[in-house]
């Protein structure tokens, strides 16, 4: 019987790189994405490829409109876990953001990724064991200056992860998320040389991570090796907040 994951924002690099991991776990994936066709479409010529036993879906959907949710749910069938890696960063001073931009970090983070859940959860539940896994932010822990909507966004995920872990235990669903430090990804390829070096110093293994550290914990989440853990936020972060 095969496995089903759902990794929402497949086409990002912790989205690319959960993929990858929980194919080489014996996964079958739905890849989704919004904009990123050619990314998913490389994605998932190469899975298929190299795990021909097993099936690569990519699926489409817009998370920042009203109708994200139900857009993807209609696209999936069996499932035992979902993984949320999708959203976008914001910079900018509370004064200067807007309510579209606020509407769009609520939608695309919380309000979209919540109804999926919402919509899936019947399927889930046809598993005496299935699994919600929430991407989260250290910035949803101790929030940031300059980053406050996003800060706020990444907060209220970590709250929901709390509470809904408590309301479907009795299913056997765990729901829990990884609070990622600084990765080495596109989303901070606006950092300098001499602004990576700074933060580097700040984190005491004095490194910034990579898609792979985020990977590796979700590959640990969902391989039935932590199936007494719930309703916790792991905080991936080379020890910058503790």
């Given at each position: 019987?095969?496995?089903?994951?759902?990794?929402?924002?497949?086409?990002?690099?912790?989205?690319?790189?959960?993929?990858?991991?929980?194919?080489?776990?014996?996964?079958?994936?739905?890849?989704?994405?919004?904009?990123?066709?050619?990314?998913?479409?490389?994605?998932?010529?190469?899975?298929?490829?190299?795990?021909?036993?097993?099936?690569?879906?990519?699926?489409?959907?817009?998370?920042?409109?009203?109708?994200?949710?139900e857009q993807l749910a209609s696209q999936i069938f069996s499932l035992q876990a979902i993984v949320f890696a999708n959203g976008h960063a914001y910079y900018g001073l509370l004064e200067d953001t807007t309510g579209a931009d606020m509407t769009k970090l609520w939608l695309v983070h919380v309000q979209n990724p919540m109804r999926t859940t919402a919509l899936l959860a019947s399927k889930l539940r046809a598993h005496s064991v299935s699994y919600v896994l929430v991407i989260g932010s250290i910035w949803g822990d101790v929030g940031a200056a300059g980053e406050v909507a996003y800060s706020a966004v990444k907060g209220a995920q970590h709250s929901f992860v709390k509470a809904y872990a408590q309301e479907v235990a009795y299913n056997g669903i765990r729901v829990n998320a990884i609070a990622p430090g600084i990765i080495d990804t596109a989303m901070n390829s606006k950092l300098n040389a001499e602004e990576r070096e700074e933060l580097a110093s700040q984190i005491p293994l004095q490194a910034f991570g990579e898609a792979r550290d985020i990977a590796n914990m979700a590959t640990f989440y969902v391989s039935g090796k932590a199936d007494y853990v719930t309703g916790q936020i792991i905080r991936v972060n080379g020890g910058w907040y503790i």
């Open positions: 019987m095969k496995k089903f994951a759902l990794i929402c924002g497949a086409s990002g690099a912790i989205g690319e790189a959960i993929s990858r991991s929980l194919a080489q776990d014996g996964w079958s994936l739905y890849l989704h994405y919004n904009a990123s066709a050619e990314k998913v479409q490389a994605l998932y010529t190469q899975l298929a490829g190299n795990f021909p036993e097993q099936e690569f879906i990519p699926v489409q959907a817009d998370f920042s409109t009203d109708t994200g949710a």
